[in-house]
């Protein structure tokens, strides 16, 4: 299938362009930046996530989603996330295309709370509770779509390899502090996309425990 990324130049969205070419599959990616990723199989537009018409372009043809948007300050206010969700969704709309992950992380709308008191009192509030405040607001109206999505909320992100052994948690009760590699990572989201697996739910995502 052909598969566009929103923000696949870097980190967990580079790794789920690589992922995606290892599967066989036809990689879109829409970015400000150059990607390092640069292969004549490649397709990328330049521009801003924001950008209805940019996305129109990057979604011909295809036949799933992935948004993998960061931000280097995530200790300021931010509206990327949301907006490029809005944007996303319409252009969707507008291809009659259905099928979306969004990764988000671990703090965003149910997981708040629920990753230890370090993580909850100290790191989240101080680096992380105004972006993860835009990137509840890009899940909320994403839930109230009627796209076919998956929210992936993973742990700490690191380069590490790919183990697969991933822990899917789908409830508060369960929800952990974790870290996973970003190969971890894509290898789910692919695997989201071309099972059709946690439809309409947000996994939160960590190494699983021996």
């Known amino acids: 299938m052909r598969i566009a990324i929103i923000g696949g130049s870097r980190g967990t969205g580079l790794a789920v362009a690589h992922e995606a070419l290892a599967r066989g599959h036809e990689v879109v ?3 400000r930046s150059d990607p390092r990723l640069i292969r004549d199989d490649v397709r ?4 801003d996530a924001r950008d209805t018409t940019v996305l129109e372009r990057a979604l011909e043809g295809c036949s799933a989603t ?4 960061g931000v280097t300050q995530t200790w300021q206010n931010t509206n990327l996330f949301s907006q ?13 295309l259905k099928r979306t992950v969004l990764i988000t992380g671990l703090g965003a709308g149910d997981s708040r709370g629920h990753q230890g008191w370090l993580y909850d009192n100290v790191l989240f509030p101080v680096f992380l ?3 993860y405040a835009d990137k509840d607001r890009a899940e909320t109206f994403l839930q109230k ?6 929210i992936v909320r993973p742990g700490r992100l690191t380069d590490g390899p790919k183990k697969n052994k991933v822990a899917a948690l789908l409830t508060p009760e369960t929800y952990r502090y974790g870290s996973i ?3 971890d990572v894509a290898a789910f989201v692919l695997g989201c996309v071309e099972k059709g697996t946690y439809l309409r739910q947000t996994p939160q995502i960590v190494d699983r425990k021996s």
């Open 66 to 69: 992935v948004t993998a948007l």
């Open 44 to 47: 990328w537009l330049g521009g």
């Open 145 to 150: 779509s009627d796209l076919d999505w998956t």
């Open 29 to 31: 990616i829409v970015s």
């Open 181 to 183: 590699s970003r190969a």
């Open 129 to 131: 509770a105004r972006s």
């Open 84 to 96: 490029a969700q809005v944007a996303l969704s319409r252009a969707m709309d507008n291809a009659g």
